[in-house]
Nanobody, 118 residues
Framework: QVQLVESGGGLVQAGGSLTLSCAAS????????MDWYRQAPGKQRELVAA???????NYADSVKDRFTISRDRAKNTVYLQMNSLKPEDTAVYYC????????????WGQGTQVTVSS
């Protein structure tokens, strides 16, 4: 079994910064990709940023040039550096990873709340 644990959420003023972390633990032979999603009240969950095993990165248009995803492969941890935060970035942020352990599967973290005040 694989567990993903997020941390780093909180309350910040518009224009501020936060860094989210997501650590994967359990039986892990390889992590194919690690992603950050977010879900605002009344909205669907959306992909924010993704990073592959090879280091390729993708971002939602709404966060390009403001957010940066990075990964520490030795620690099985992914980070999301969020700068110039806007009230519309307010959401629960979820970590997702596709992992090869005893079998190949996709896993979700429990989510961390990010609130940006205007």
């Amino acid at each position: 079994q694989v567990q993903l644990v997020e941390s780093g959420g909180g309350l910040v003023q518009a224009g501020g910064s936060l860094t989210l972390s997501c650590a994967a633990s359990g039986i892990i032979f390889s992590i194919i990709h690690m992603d950050w999603y977010r879900q605002a009240p009344g909205k669907q969950r959306e992909l924010v940023a993704a990073i592959t095993q090879g280091g390729s990165r993708n971002y939602a248009d709404s966060v390009k040039d403001r957010f940066t995803i990075s990964r520490d492969r030795a620690k099985n941890t992914v980070y999301l550096q969020m700068n110039s935060l806007k009230p519309e970035d307010t959401a629960v942020y979820y970590c997702n990873a596709e992992v090869i352990g005893n079998y190949r599967g996709a896993y979700w973290g429990q989510g961390t709340q990010v609130t940006v005040s205007s």
